[in-house]
């Protein structure tokens, strides 16, 4: 593992987007501390509260006064699943940026064994061995991966999969267009074309057990498509 005290990171940053997540922030958020304690020394925990109509940004706001090192940020109103990246990104101030969402389909701890992966690369990108989603979006998922395979030679797993860490020096040069779900993609395919290496790990998708999921609406899916052939003729 990269080394500072004792084997661990020198400082992490982790953030999460939320939406629909109030019943899942509370076991979220102090799992999440529990484990950033075991890796670093220093860190701080940002939940990104996308203007939820339930109430995710209370929750959120609880958890900040009760939790150490949280913070929120709220937007106004529902800006999507881009901007929250987006943001959390921009808030970000540590040396590593580590981020999953915010609806406990992941496990945080599945991050452990990879990262000695960090020694020699740059970015840390989960790919999930079998995603708990109805067929459509298992299909979904696998034509958007072909397509970023066939425009742009991206030859990872699963693009979109919310288990990454970045280095700092990684994310400080970069500009993000996007202000979609292509974001993901977008971030991978511009540090891996600036030379960054990119390393990928095995993480487990759990079924979601509460709140709502918005990756499967047609806005969203249109907005990402129209993104991903924007980004695709402006980098020929």
Known sequence: ??????????????FCPAYHDEQNLPTLIPRVAEFLKEITDTFEIIIVEDGSPDRTGTVADELAKTVPHVRVIHHPKNLGYGATLHDGFKAARYDYVMYTDGDNQYDIREFKP?????NDHDILSGYVTEKAVTNGRKVQSAIYNFFIRALFGLRLRDVNCSMKIYKRKVIDPMQIKSASAFIDAEMLIRASRAGFSIAQFPVTHFHRSSGVASGSKWNVIVDTFVDMIKFRMNIL
Do not use: D, E, I, R
């Open 1 to 14: 593992m990269p080394s500072h005290t004792a084997g661990k990171l020198k400082s992490v940053s982790f």
């Open 114 to 118: 990879a990262l000695p992966l960090l």
